[in-house]
């Protein structure tokens, strides 16, 4: 029992952490390198999130980006929303912040090995989807084919430029992207994500659908994974955007009898299919 005291005292009680890199991705994304107090690893599983703090100002959970294979470091890529995001885009490598975690239910990698991945991430939902597919990539052999699909509102707001490229080019990684509003110098998809769906050519038995994104692209790309006879319980989604304490107190993130901070954010769709508040 004292044990147990132990580990909840230091599991609520914020690590000052040091960013060891900091760069703007767009105009309102900023990407963090941090460090844990002696070089300790973070421990996350991809999908996992952790409570970032600025004393003083306040706290929030933020989405790993980073693979768990990555060492001695973790990366975040957050975006201003509000007073605490916008004071943590004001830091740069050297200043300290806040971090508790990793907390919550991430993807099944071990469930996934030897299956095909198929990626589908809109706008922000990239972000703790880069942890998964950075994990599958340092565990290319583990997996079957990696599908990405990728969707923005328009080219400014494409996140990982550089990774994106790499994703593109590598020959062991299909990689589609699309844009809802294009400009003069886009030459790829224009539409919404789901129209990057229909043809694709799935072992439907075989594959894993992740899907990240905002709360409107759930239901329609479900309809569209359905509509290829995709089975449900192979689908997973995060449900993320409803968090706050991160530690199931706040009843901020819970819909009936799910805390989504502790029995999720990642849920197998299953879980969630009769829930209406969830999608």
């Known amino acids: 029992m004292e044990n147990l005291v132990k580990e909840k005292k230091i599991l609520y009680k914020p690590q000052i952490s040091e960013i060891v890199e900091a760069k703007m991705l767009t105009d309102l994304e900023k990407f963090f390198r941090i460090r844990l107090p002696e070089g300790k690893e973070l421990g996350h599983t991809p999908g996992q999130f952790v409570q970032v703090s600025l004393f003083g100002v306040g706290e ?14 973790f990366e975040l890529t957050i975006r201003k929303v509000g007073m605490l995001t916008e004071k943590l ?5 050297g200043d300290k912040v806040g971090i508790r975690g990793p907390y919550g239910r991430g993807f099944d990698v071990e469930g996934f090995k030897g299956k095909d991945i198929l990626i589908i991430g ?13 994990y599958i990539i340092d565990n290319r052999n ?21 990774e994106l490229k790499m994703w593109e080019e590598r020959e062991d990684i299909e990689y589609h992207v699309t844009v809802d509003r294009a400009d003069e110098n886009w030459k790829g998809n224009v539409g919404v994500i789901t ?9 439907l038995d075989n594959t894993i659908a992740a899907v990240v994104g905002p709360p409107v692209m ?24 409803r968090m706050k304490c991160g530690v ?15 029995d999720g954010p990642v849920f197998n769709y299953l879980e969630i299919k009769g829930l209406e508040e969830a999608i």
């Open 248 to 262: 199931g107190k706040c009843g901020h993130c819970q819909i009936n009898n799910l805390y989504v901070c502790q």
């Open 60 to 73: 929030a959970p933020i989405s790993v980006c980073s693979s768990p294979t990555q060492k001695g470091y």
């Open 218 to 241: 759930y239901k329609f790309v479900v309809l569209a994974l359905k509509g290829k006879r995709f089975p449900e319980k192979n689908i997973y989604m995060s449900l993320e955007r």
């Open 195 to 203: 129209t990057l769906i229909p043809p694709l050519e799935l072992d």
């Open 122 to 134: 809109g706008g922000i939902g990239i972000v703790p989807l880069r942890s998964l597919i950075n």
């Open 89 to 93: 885009h004001e830091l740069e490598a």
């Open 142 to 162: 583990d997996y079957g084919r990696l599908i990405i699909l990728y969707g923005a509102k328009s080219p400014s707001e494409l996140l990982y430029q550089d």
